[in-house]
Nanobody, 124 residues
């Protein structure tokens, strides 16, 4: 069974930075994707960043490109989301998710294992 555990998050003023961490035990797959999603109150969940375990190819939504960076550690089972130049519209619950297989990690609908979420609040 795949487990996904997020950590990090918190409150920051606009222009500040935060780092989220996600630990996933996806070693049952030969290749997997780990992605970050967010959901603001009253809005649909959106994919913001994803990374492939084999070649570290990254994917970003247009709303965070140039401000957020996703990376993985040497084990490839811990992924970080470094968020800089945060804006109030970045506020919401951030979820980490994973899935196995060879399809693009930018296919946000394909993720199947989810964490519980962590709150990010950006004040103006």
């Amino acid at each position: 069974q795949v487990h996904v555990v997020e950590s990090g998050g918190g409150s920051v003023q606009a222009g500040g930075s935060l780092r989220l961490s996600c630990a996933v035990n996806s070693a049952t797959y030969s290749r997997w994707c780990i992605g970050w999603f967010r959901q603001a109150p009253g809005k649909a969940r959106e994919g913001v960043a994803g990374i492939a375990s084999d070649d570290a190819t990254t994917y970003y939504s247009d709303s965070v490109k140039g401000r957020f960076t996703i990376s993985q550690d040497d084990t490839k089972e811990t992924v970080y989301l470094q968020m800089t130049n945060l804006k109030p519209e970045d506020s919401g619950t951030y979820y980490c998710a994973s899935r196995g297989g060879g399809a693009s990690c930018g296919l946000w609908f394909s993720y199947s294992h989810w964490g519980q979420g962590t709150q990010v609040t950006v004040s103006s």
